[in-house]
């Protein structure tokens, strides 16, 4: 895993964020937060449907927990209900709306997050199709990594 840079902070309170984190960006992060624990999992879905993705969408983000957990993964999820946004979520937030702004995104099979970039391809297509409004911000490396042109194979 890439060592953090004192410019990517691993994680910042809410509150410092203030107006530069949308309310559907925090409820999209709770939300996935939520499906991670087995026991909010319904909550977690409720909240997915309430922003406005469809069973797929939500089944595109259930897909996407397991392969957060594994060590390939550079993306940490806090738990529901911390004060905290980690910078890995924020990456994961930023990587949602640049692959939804790409015609193509379609991962190179040969790489070893492909199963990885293949699912957050899938959660991006949701969020877009929910028109959950995401902003542009800077990635960590961690999040520049995920979206890496080597690791995404270019339109013909």
Known sequence: ?????????????????????????????????????????????????????????????IGLLPLLATPTAPIDLLPPGS?????????????LLRIAQWR???PREDDALAPLRRQLARCAAAVQAANLPLRQRSLSPVGLRLLDPAGWQRPR
């Open 83 to 95: 004060p905290f946004i980690a910078a890995a979520e924020l990456d994961l937030l930023v990587c």
């Open 104 to 106: 193509h995104a379609r």
């Open 1 to 61: 895993m890439a060592s953090r840079s004192p410019l990517f902070p691993t994680r910042v309170s809410y509150r410092a964020f203030g107006r530069q984190f949308s309310g559907s960006e925090q409820a999209l992060l709770v939300a996935i937060r939520l499906l991670r624990d087995p026991d909010h999992r319904a909550d977690g879905l409720a909240q997915l449907s309430g922003l406005g993705l469809d069973p797929e969408g939500c089944d595109a983000f």
